[in-house]
């Protein structure tokens, strides 16, 4: 069993609609949370991250973590064809290590 | 866009040659990393730094070798090229604090082991 389990897709939406992009994880050690969106042939991008639980949000998107359930979600409000890219979550423990754990990634297609 | 390069973007080689890959970051991050994408697998760990001539082990290692001998440069070594590392090789950069955690990647560098 992977440590980090993320739903490969492809998801598709049409423009306007909410997204939620998910991650499950076994490590209950994980402290730092990240989601990451990766434009074909590009490298990732940070566009959330997260200290424990909680949710944070920053413009249209939201992220949430709930660490009792080891499963955090990242929210898109009025999706744009724009915002079709690979969405990766990321985590790491708090101390002794500074390796990420990512997920596998979610390909996601909003249709205009 | 944080200031991280990678070279050569793209390479092609023959099985059993060395081949090294440059990772070079204007930040003075600390920490630099290797990963390396393939499809159904998402980014996987090849080594890391944190520090200058400090590295350790991700968990895709075997068959690379790293090195560091200054702050901004940060060197993957394939030490003899197999099929199997034909993959798209990430090189990231991350400062840590108390209120950060963040993680740059730089472009990307395609390599094709015939």
């Known amino acids: 069993q992977k440590e980090v389990e993320q739903d490969p897709g492809p998801l598709s939406v049409p423009e306007g609609a909410i997204v939620s992009l998910n991650c499950t994880y076994s490590?209950?050690?994980?402290?730092?949370f990240m989601w990451y969106r990766q434009y074909s042939r590009k490298g990732p991008e940070l566009l959330m991250y997260t200290y424990s639980s909680g949710n944070k949000e920053d413009g249209r998107f939201t992220a949430q973590v709930d660490k009792s359930s080891k499963y955090i979600s990242l929210f898109i409000r009025d999706s744009q064809p724009s915002d079709s890219a690979t969405y990766l979550c990321?985590?790491?423990?708090?101390?002794?290590?500074?390796?990420?754990?990512f997920g596998t990634g979610t390909r996601l297609k909003v249709l205009a | 866009d944080a200031g991280i390069t990678q070279s050569p973007r793209h390479k092609v080689t023959e099985t059993g040659t060395p081949v090294t890959l440059r990772c070079h970051q204007t930040e003075n991050h600390r920490y630099m990393y290797w990963y390396r994408q393939d499809p159904g697998h998402g980014l996987r760990l090849i080594h890391y730094s944190y520090g200058v001539k400090d590295t350790d082990k991700g968990e895709v290692s075997d068959g690379y070798s790293v090195s560091r001998s200054k702050t901004e440069d940060f060197l993957l070594t394939l030490e003899s090229a197999t099929s199997s590392q034909t993959s798209v090789y990430f090189c990231?950069?991350?400062?840590?604090?108390?209120?950060?955690?963040?993680?740059?990647f730089g472009p990307g560098t395609r390599l094709t082991v015939l």
């Open positions: 990321a985590m790491r423990v708090t101390s002794g290590t500074y390796k990420y754990i």
């Open positions: 990231a950069i991350s400062e840590t604090g108390a209120n950060t955690d963040t993680q740059y």
């Open positions: 490590n209950s050690a994980f402290q730092y």
